[in-house]
């Protein structure tokens, strides 16, 4: 069965994540607590290791412990953007859902495209890679249009941690140049 079959569209716009008919299996929740367990132990390791190096630091290791305060930041991150993978970004527009499907197959044309899924309010590509693949779901709706990107890997997914921001912000460039002409 495809999987458009399973994502609750109304659901998901009201709730802003992407919800679905299925149930959540073992391997979902898995995923989950073992991404999240192994990002907290790597903020944990961070964290006495500045605080190690804080203790001992002279000026020129100050270099070692901001490279170290980064990674701790960029670890909670992927921690936030793992626990709310499924998080709905939106695009507003005036433009009907075709002119949208059309941008967005447009601007994706340079990711290599394996497969898409449309329904009239729903497109789902699929990039796949050689051993994963990443979706892309687009709710199309009158004036927005909402998304999420996730990866889906055979043992544990990593979380998508910059891509739906590049994207919205290429996506809505493109509407408003349309917009605008």
Known sequence: MQRQNYIDINKSIKTGYLSTFEKKDFWFYGDLFFTIIFLCNMTLALCIAINTELK????PDRIFTT????LLVLCLYAIYRKAFE?????ITHNLTRTS???IIDNHLTE????SIIETKELYIIKKIKSYYYTEYVFIITK????????NHFPK???PILFSHIFLKRDLQKLVNQI???
């Not at 001992?56 to 000026?59: D, H, K, R």
């Not at 499924?86 to 939106?90: E, G, P, Q």
């Not at 004036?143 to 996730?150: E, L, Q, S, V």
């Open 111 to 114: 990711i290599d495209k394996s």
């Open 143 to 150: 004036d927005k249009t909402y998304f999420n990107i996730t």
């Open 100 to 102: 949208i499907k059309r």
């Open 67 to 70: 490279i170290l305060s980064i």
């Open 156 to 158: 544990l997914n990593p």
């Open 56 to 59: 001992i630091a002279t000026i």
């Open 179 to 181: 917009l605008n002409k």
């Open 86 to 90: 499924f998080k709905l970004s939106n």
